[in-house]
């Protein structure tokens, strides 16, 4: 059970984060938690999953959390609805930043990748807001998107494939 103290990461967050970053499931993430210790239960915690797996997901889904709950005055109207798309982006710009893929993260990484997301946090969350912007506009176009679209766009999980395909700039 987590308390108040930023140290601790329970079960029903590493899951969300398990989910949203390394599983590619961030609307499962999102709107499925009820599955997540049930049918989902083998996709979120793989028997090859490992401690630095789960709490790398949960400090970038921490950061677009805070920013979902909390936006600042530059903050996209998307970052309300998008925060496990953003999380899932963020993760694959850490792992390109390691030059590792997930099989590949333990606990003998685990300090560069904690260091890389103190560092680089904020800058992964701002690009990848600006690729869930982009693949919106690849499946919207130029015409206006209205809340009620993008939460149903995040719900549905639209734009996973689109941001898989997105190549990662540092």
């Known amino acids: 059970?987590?308390?108040?103290?930023?140290?601790?990461?329970?079960?029903?967050?590493?899951?969300?984060a398990l989910l949203a970053v390394w599983r590619h499931a961030p609307h499962q993430a999102k709107f499925l938690t009820r599955e997540h210790f049930g049918k989902?239960?083998?996709?979120?915690?793989p028997h090859n999953v490992n401690g630095a797996q789960v709490v790398l997901?949960?400090?970038?889904?921490?950061?677009?959390?805070?920013?979902?709950?909390?936006?600042?005055?530059?903050?996209?109207?998307?970052?309300r609805y998008a925060s496990c798309f953003i999380a899932m982006r963020m993760g694959q710009r850490l792992l390109h930043d390691l030059n590792k893929r997930l099989e590949d993260?333990?606990?003998?990484?685990?300090?560069?990748?904690?260091?890389?997301?103190e560092e680089r946090g904020e800058s992964y969350f701002r690009a990848a807001t600006t690729d869930v912007e982009v693949a919106l506009q690849a499946l919207y176009g130029d015409k206006e998107?209205?809340?009620?679209?993008?939460?149903?766009?995040?719900?549905?999980?639209?734009?996973i494939q689109k941001l898989l395909e997105l190549s990662v700039v540092s």
């Open 1 to 16: 059970m987590a308390s108040g103290n930023d140290q601790t990461v329970g079960a029903v967050v590493a899951a969300e």
């Open 40 to 45: 989902l239960y083998s996709l979120v915690f």
């Open 57 to 79: 997901a949960v400090l970038l889904y921490r950061i677009a959390e805070n920013h979902r709950r909390r936006p600042s005055a530059v903050d996209p109207l998307l970052v």
């Open 105 to 117: 993260i333990n606990h003998q990484c685990f300090e560069q990748a904690k260091q890389l997301i």
């Open 145 to 159: 998107i209205s809340t009620l679209q993008l939460s149903a766009t995040f719900r549905r999980g639209d734009l």
